[in-house]
């Protein structure tokens, strides 16, 4: 490939971003009935090649509580937990990424309606598979800079043992949550990822990208991803690339006076941030995450809006957009 005008080491990183975010529009695009988790993990595993990977499944996810408060609704194949290293000789910083991956969401016992918004959850693994894109493709352009990836697997399905309203479960780390509403469930499986990044990582900066809830689209349309973060620098660099490459994110405000709807009389906290009345349902999700980061740099992406495209809109093709990819690969590749 020969463009004039454009050297050869841009070149090969643009067909590198390019080939990254296609992979991770085919895996959207792949039906539930084929891309389970164990399917998604699998093609993890060949995607990433030759990056380290480890993939826990059954008895081995006994501390992941939400994992398997989530994934246990569909017994078959079950949940999976994948972490993926990118780990160069030289590397001074550690980046770890943690995507929501569920392969199919029906909303659990607390049912998605109008039943018609369930036909494209095939897509809610957008940020699992942004994931595996970007580790892609960073294996191709070779940064000096530590990468893993947490994949956060699982189907949110309805039968006998899906989770219930009222249950408590105890997330990675020992913290309990009281379960409020089953389709929350994206929240969940995240917990899992960050709490087990921060307690056993030690990241530098620590991202969680996750199509999360259908609020962050209310004020930034499906154009725009949220982006929450206390580190105003870091922030403000994804906002500034963002608006390079494509990937647009807006900074938006975690406000620590609604962190009391998140109170609960029967577990450390609630998930839905349902003990107080406030509308802001992206930034409560956000405050449920924070809970799990410790004191990290942490980032929290919610894509919900830009993830999937209904027709060709700009920048966006109909379907799975690959939403983040381009993003964080950017990112990436200039951490000194």
């Known amino acids: ?25 085919n895996l959207i695009h792949t039906p539930s009935n084929i891309k389970n988790p164990l399917w998604l993990a699998n093609q993890a595993k060949s995607l990433t090649k030759p990056a380290k990977i480890k993939i826990v499944a059954g008895s081995g996810l006994k501390e992941f509580g939400g994992l398997n408060a989530v994934g246990n609704s569909s017994p078959n194949p079950g949940p999976r937990f994948v972490e993926i290293t990118y780990a160069p ?7 770890v990424l943690v995507g929501k991956g569920i392969t199919f969401d029906t909303g659990g016992i607390s049912l998605k309606r109008p039943y018609d918004t369930m036909a494209p959850m095939k897509s809610d693994m957008s940020g699992a598979a942004a994931c595996i894109a970007i580790m892609s493709g960073l294996i191709k352009l070779r940064p000096k800079v530590k990468v893993t990836a947490l994949l956060m697997l699982a189907e949110n399905s309805l039968s006998s043992t899906s989770q219930r309203p009222s249950d408590v479960i105890k997330q990675y780390g020992g913290k309990t949550v009281e ?22 990582l030690n990241p530098d900066y620590l991202i969680d990208i996750a199509t999360l809830t259908g609020s962050a689209t209310l004020g930034l349309s499906r154009h725009v991803g949220a982006l929450y973060s206390r580190n105003e620098k870091l922030a403000k660099d994804l906002v500034k690339i963002g608006e390079e490459c494509g990937d647009r994110v807006w900074h938006m405000p975690l406000v620590d006076d609604y962190k009391i709807a998140l109170q609960s009389d029967v577990a450390d906290i609630n998930h839905t941030a349902d003990a107080a009345e406030f509308d802001g349902g992206s930034i409560t999700a956000a405050l449920f995450l924070e809970e799990f980061v410790g004191s990290r740099n942490w980032v929290h992406l919610d894509i919900a809006g830009p993830a999937r495209s209904d027709s060709d809109s700009g920048e966006h093709p109909k379907g799975g957009t ?8 950017e990112w990436i590749t200039k951490i000194k």
């Open 89 to 95: 000789t030289g590397a001074k910083k550690h980046i």
């Open 1 to 25: 490939l020969n463009i004039a005008g454009i050297p050869e080491k841009d070149l090969f990183k643009l067909r590198a971003v390019i080939d990254s975010v296609y992979i991770a529009r």
């Open 179 to 200: 379960v409020i509403n089953t389709d929350a469930e994206g929240r969940l499986v995240l917990a899992d990822g960050l709490a087990y990044a921060d307690l056993n």
């Open 322 to 329: 690959g939403f983040g990819v381009r993003l964080l690969l």
